[in-house]
């Protein structure tokens, strides 16, 4: 439990207004299929919440506690500043004869791929060493996270204040960040 519930809130917090949320909304409306989309977004946030817990475990026997504890305030702060600067839309494409699903796991995977949210995944599985449960958290966070904005597509940015909620997860990023960071360095 001590890496479900992290990663699930690290994560799923990462996502909102992330260029790969941005993603997933011009991909249903182009498709108008929100479950072929859905499914796409699972399976390659699944893929890279496996990779990044996978690349957390080696992590964890390679490097002291501190350490790790360290790099996970260093994610944290950077995440959270990451949360400040406006994400470019990404540009949509189709991949050919792969179809909706196709195309979503794709381009969601490839856009994810050395994200904030693998970074912060990576750091709580290099953590608590646990490789199922950080992915576990870390996908259903992503997924959770997509979901409104897939079925809602369009409206999604007109109905969320996206700017003023990336800055307080910002802030919630850097401070909890911050306390991390006091923490691994021992500065308490």
């Known amino acids: 439990m001590d890496a479900l519930l992290p990663a699930f809130v690290a994560a799923g917090l990462a996502e909102i207004g992330d260029r790969t949320q941005l993603l997933a909304v011009l991909l249903a ?24 817990a996978f690349g957390g475990t080696v992590v964890h026997d390679l490097v002291n506690h501190r350490a790790i ?3 996970l305030a260093v994610g944290l702060i ?14 949509l494409a189709t991949y050919g004869p792969i179809g909706v699903f196709g195309t979503a796991a794709v381009g969601f995977f490839i856009l994810e791929f ?10 709580i599985a290099a953590r608590v060493d646990s490789f199922a449960l950080a992915a576990l958290g870390a996908t259903a966070g992503i997924v959770l996270a997509n979901t409104p904005a897939v079925l809602l597509a369009g409206e999604w940015q007109r109905r969320v204040p996206l700017r003023g909620v990336r800055a307080g997860i910002g802030a919630l990023f850097i401070v909890v960040g911050a306390v991390a960071a006091i923490g691994a ?4």
């Open 114 to 123: 050395g994200d904030k949210t693998q970074l912060l995944t990576l750091a």
């Open 29 to 52: 409306i182009q498709f108008r299929r929100p479950g072929a989309v859905l499914a796409g977004v699972a399976v390659a946030a699944l893929a890279n919440s496996l990779l990044a």
């Open 185 to 188: 360095l021992r500065l308490n």
């Open 78 to 91: 950077l995440a959270g500043a990451g949360c400040f600067w406006r994400p470019k839309p990404p540009v």
């Open 69 to 71: 504890a360290l790099m």
